[in-house]
């Protein structure tokens, strides 16, 4: 799983390995050491197998060496990568069995049991050489990473009793802040007064003490370290609602979520210099849709610093509509592992057609999919997912199909690229004029291994075995017998055929003469019209879309 982006959104179906994703980031590089934290063979679905976790952090220029705590020589190393133009990086590597060391036994020595933890963690660098000294330095040095679970609660999330990633994000605000000297000296100062108030009592515990151990003195501090950011362990948060001030805990989950995103947003603003990864999981838990895309936007500014890094997982359509196709990973499970899909860092989207028709929302559906019935317009875009319900076995929703609307012929090979690159199946229907000019469908013909010199009829035909459909009645509304078109106009049928025949294209016909209607409301209607039915014209199309 490649990062190319400073924001990547992570997407798949429940439990087919998000979060587990987000895990394995933390584990190598949040604030505990992987050397020191319990795992077992029981966390992991095949525990046959060696466990191998690895992060590869890439380097943006040489100068970013010299902020890390590391020898000399492997700064040398570092900088020689970056002069032959290779990309110099440092990988953090966490394995059961490393060099033949098995995991730790009952008659394994003290000395024995830490070399085999120390074993199983290692930083290397550009994979050759090994760090053996300062590997918690190093990873502190590397970046920052805060991770939001999906799971938010602020009697938790925003607890005094522990460190959680919001009490972090507020303390990097805490500490980054130029009056921080002045806390320091008010916590002293109320330190020496809890020291003499207690005076009495810490010479009693000292004498008792000392019977049994050699302990020179005892000294009480309020906080760790003596830091004054330690004392947001204890901040309680209140909401005020008209003249009263209520408890976070006492307010509704979208407050609280609104809450801790605002507070991740202070955080983020006043983040330091140094280089920082957020990962955050389903982030638009609980907020309205104008709030996750107020978030979307968010994270465009988070990353403008060229420090941050964000990495989400969500099932919000309407927050990967913010993202690049090229920012997005996306999850399956074919069967007992997770497989990962996302497009290749060169990926090409001419002019940005793709990534605008996902900022649009109108394509971002398509993303969640297992398979993708590509189309030309908003008319068939309404009318066969609707008309697909009449029948459970073709429901598309049920069987997670997604249409989405090319909104212009020379765009659809690069929809269908995009979702064979994301191991995403995909049909399309097409009106006949496809076929009219050859630059139209001599890209298709070419990806899917046609030879686009042959007749109209054949290409059509090779086209149609392939899952791409080039209607031979015209356009979509040309499948709508004459006789349901009077039922549904109120017009005669001869008047129906006379109107027929003024345009060469139906559609602009219903919607000028025969509807007199813009194409959304046009399609409704043909939908309303043929739910009452027990077949329609369309039933063909909409099973052969889920075969």
């Not at 210099?273 to 936007?297: K, M, T």
């Not at 042959?454 to 040309?478: C, H, M, P, S, W």
């Amino acid at each position: 799983m490649n990062f190319n982006s400073r924001k990547t959104i992570i997407i798949g179906k429940n439990n087919s390995g998000k979060s587990n994703i987000l895990s394995v980031i933390e584990f190598l590089l949040g604030n505990k050491d992987p050397r020191y934290v319990g795992i077992n063979k029981s966390d992991y679905f095949d525990n046959t197998r060696p466990i191998r976790l690895s992060a590869f952090l890439y380097f943006q220029d040489g100068a970013e060496i010299y902020k890390l705590d590391i020898a000399k020589k492997y700064q040398g190393i570092l900088y020689k990568e970056f002069k032959s133009n290779s990309p110099a990086f440092i990988e953090i590597r966490y394995s059961d069995i490393v060099d033949g060391t098995q995991d730790t036994t009952a008659d394994d020595s003290e000395d024995e049991v830490a070399e085999k933890k120390d074993s199983k963690f290692k930083i290397l660098i550009n994979g050759k050489y090994q760090l053996h000294q300062k590997i918690k330095e190093v990873r502190s040095g590397l970046c920052k990473i805060i991770g939001v679970d999906s799971l938010r609660n602020a009697k938790e999330d925003l607890s005094g009793s522990r460190w959680t990633v919001y009490g972090q994000l507020m303390k990097s605000v805490l500490e980054d802040s130029g009056r921080y000297n002045e806390l320091k000296n008010a916590l002293n100062s109320l330190n020496g007064l809890v020291e003499e108030v207690l005076a009495s009592q810490k010479s009693e515990i000292l004498k008792n003490a000392k019977i049994i151990s050699f302990i020179n003195d005892i000294k009480f501090q309020l906080t760790k370290d003596n830091e004054p950011s330690e004392l947001l362990r204890n901040l309680e948060l209140y909401v005020k609602d008209k003249d009263k001030f209520i408890h976070i805990d006492e307010t509704g989950s979208g407050t609280q979520s609104a809450l801790i995103i605002g507070i991740l947003e202070v955080a983020l603003k006043y983040k330091s210099s140094n280089a920082r990864i957020f990962f955050i999981d389903e982030p638009e838990l609980f907020l309205h849709p104008l709030g996750i895309r107020y978030l979307g936007q968010l994270f465009k500014e988070f990353i403008a610093d060229n420090l941050s890094q964000i990495i989400i997982t969500s099932h919000s359509s309407i927050l990967l509509s913010s993202f690049h196709p090229k920012e997005i990973i996306r999850l399956d499970k074919p069967s007992n592992y997770t497989e990962i899909n996302q497009l290749p860092f060169d990926y090409k989207d001419i002019d940005n057609k793709l990534a605008r028709q996902i900022n649009s929302g109108l394509s971002s559906e398509m993303f969640f999919a297992d398979k993708v019935l590509i189309v030309e317009g908003e008319t068939e875009q309404i009318i066969f997912p609707n008309l697909s319900f009449k029948n459970p076995s073709t429901h598309f929703y049920k069987n997670n199909i997604a249409v989405v609307n090319a909104q212009g012929k020379e765009s659809i090979i690069g929809i269908i690229r995009t979702l064979e690159l994301l191991n995403i199946k995909w049909k399309a229907i097409v009106d006949n004029d496809f076929l009219d000019m050859k630059k139209t469908y001599s890209p298709i013909c070419k990806h899917l291994g046609l030879n686009s010199d042959e007749d109209k009829e054949t290409i059509r035909q090779y086209l149609f075995d392939r899952g791409f459909a080039v209607l031979k009645e015209g356009e979509t509304e040309n499948l709508i017998p004459d006789n349901d078109l009077s039922e549904m106009t109120g017009k005669s049928i001869e008047e129906v055929v006379k109107l027929k025949s003024v345009r060469p294209k139906l559609s602009d016909t219903f919607t000028n003469e025969l509807f007199g209607k813009s194409k959304p409301e046009i399609a409704y209607e043909i939908v309303e019209y043929y739910a009452t039915k027990e077949t329609s014209p369309f039933d063909f199309w909409v099973e052969w879309t889920i075969k």
